[in-house]
T-cell receptor, first 116, second 113 residues
Framework: GAVVSQHPSRVICKSGTSVKIECRSLDFQATTMFWYRQFPKQSLMLMATSNEGSKATYEQGVEKDKFLINHASLTLSTLTVTSAHPEDSSFYIC????????????FGNGTRLTVT | SQKIEQNSEALNIQEGKTATLTCNYTNYSPAYLQWYRQDPGRGPVFLLLIRENEKEKRKERLKVTFDTTLKQSLFHITASQPADSATYLCCPSGGTSYGKLTFGQGTILTVHP
């Protein structure tokens, strides 16, 4: 079945540094990828939607200059958290879809980011 | 604004019983309703998708209904097992959701042996 690989699974970084998270669809072409953030015991919060080759669409309240999303190919999207702060510590999850609205999402296993 | 509500943050049932989870949405008309399962520290896993013109869909011990008049979907797990314990998320999609994929807050299901 469709597999999405997200890397790294855990990362600890110091305040002020940047962290890049990769999301790859291993056996299908992802026309659309979504990035979510999840706080403990809360649901997924959609951060942005990206289509291959075009700029990401960010949700209201998500700073596009802080959370840089690149979807350069049909199998790879990256999220870069720039100038990270402790409040950016969270669980970030990517998902990918190969078709339209009736296609299910395939999720990565998330990245636990801790900013010290 | 679009809103998704899943009933009861937590649901506890005995093994063998049927678990029923509810998903209500307001201010939009999705063409599909998807259900996912999420285990702690993992990404969600797709379970079932039901279309607006389908009343019911089944997959093994799972059953989903979709009532576009009530703007509600029900998710049933029959003959529940402790291994069914997880968080279940609903996600209306398509239609007037305009491609956005947002999730309900989830229901934490615990099946006790």
């Amino acid at each position: 079945g469709a597999v999405v690989s997200q890397h790294p699974s855990r990362v600890i970084c110091k305040s002020g540094t940047s962290v890049k998270i990769e999301c790859r669809s291993l056996d299908f072409q992802a026309t659309t990828m979504f990035w979510y953030r999840q706080f403990p015991k809360q649901s997924l919060m959609l951060m942005a939607t990206s289509n291959e080759g075009s700029k990401a669409t960010y949700e209201q309240g998500v700073e596009k200059d802080k959370f840089l999303i690149n979807h350069a190919s049909l199998t790879l999207s990256t999220l870069t958290v720039t100038s990270a702060h402790p409040e950016d510590s969270s669980f970030y999850i990517c998902s990918a879809r190969s078709g339209q609205h009736n296609s299910p999402l395939h999720f990565g296993n998330g990245t636990r980011l801790t900013v010290t | 604004s679009q809103k998704i509500e899943q009933n009861s943050e937590a649901l506890n049932i005995q093994e063998g019983k049927t678990a029923t989870l509810t998903c209500n949405y307001t201010n939009y008309s999705p063409a599909y309703l998807q259900w996912y399962r999420q285990d702690p520290g993992r990404g969600p896993v797709f379970l079932l998708l039901i279309r607006e013109n389908e009343k019911e869909k089944r997959k093994e011990r799972l059953k989903v209904t979709f009532d576009t008049t009530l703007k509600q979907s029900l998710f049933h797990i029959t003959a529940s097992q402790p291994a069914d314990s997880a968080t279940y998320l609903c996600c209306p999609s398509g239609g007037t959701s305009y491609g956005k994929l947002t999730f309900g807050q989830g229901t934490i299901l615990t099946v006790h042996p």
